[in-house]
């Protein structure tokens, strides 16, 4: 069974005291499995306050964080490759103390509109630091999680192949490719067959709509996307993201260009989210069981 989240931005801008435990509540209400916060600036968590209101709602958490261009691991500056692993560590240190089991996000780069391709270089020294974070995260039983997004806010794994290219010169078993429907609906030819080349190096997916509003208000055929992720087996998270400038706040909407007013109520969006995605999910293993079981001529 697949735990189903609520992205923190769908609630709140911030991880304060009050937001954490507003958003924390309000994601435990509307029904999902976990809430999957930011963690942009790790220093910002406090992990023991967030772990009581975790623990009060009975639900779980799982981070996300893009790197900056002052710590990116790709780059040839050693300075801000180890400003970059420092992010990461302390990120596996929240995540750890939270009780999490996933970080995901822009792990390997920087979280931003890049000017220039990737090196070979800077991709060899982005897979080896991404090595040595992910052998301490191991020992807290965490998975490190590569979203693979568009061009416009990242440089190294825009697609799906990319993302398993990636994880494979990691090459640690708790380092998966991270997808999201928005970035693959932008960058991949085939939405169905990259979700199903990527198969078991799939370890967190992200829902939304093309323009980041209400699930199945946009333009992506989603009844596709969740008969592919039914068909390969998929059982790992599954967070719905979506974005709107009547929560986000600087640094994210500028960089993510979050300009519009998708939506006013939290709550409504969220509700209907989970809603829409158990109905997808149920509607693609119904489609699956008729191919195998109820097609069949009688014996
Ligand atoms: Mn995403």
Known sequence: MNKLGVHALVWEAGWSEDECARAIARTAEVGFDFIEAPALDPSLIDP?????????????????????????????????????????????????????EFIGGILYSVFGKYDRPPTADGIAQSAETLGAVAE???????????????????????????????????????????????????????????????GEYLGYF?????????????????????RALVRMKYQGPITFESFSSRVVGQPLEGILGIWRNLWEDSHDLASHALMYTKAQLKAAQEAERQARERSRLPV
Not at 175 to 195: C, F, G, P, R, T
């Open 48 to 100: 023991v306050f967030t772990r009581r209101q975790l623990e009060a709602a009975g639900i779980g958490i799982n981070f996300s964080l893009g790197l900056s261009f002052d710590s990116d691991i790709s780059s040839g500056d050693a300075d801000k490759r180890r400003r970059g692993r420092q992010k990461l560590e302390d990120a596996v240190a929240v995540c750890r103390d939270c009780g999490g």
């Open 136 to 198: 301490i995260a191991a020992r807290s039983g965490i998975t490190l999680v590569l979203e693979v997004v568009n061009r416009y806010e990242t440089n190294i794994c825009n697609t799906a192949a990319q993302g398993v290219e990636m994880v494979r010169r990691v090459g640690a078993p708790n380092v998966k490719v991270h997808l999201d429907v928005y970035h693959m609906n932008i960058e991949e030819s085939d939405i169905a067959a990259a979700l199903a080349d990527t």
């Open 206 to 226: 992200h829902t939304g709509d093309s323009h980041r509003g209400y699930l199945g208000s946009g333009t992506i055929d989603l009844a596709q996307v969740f």
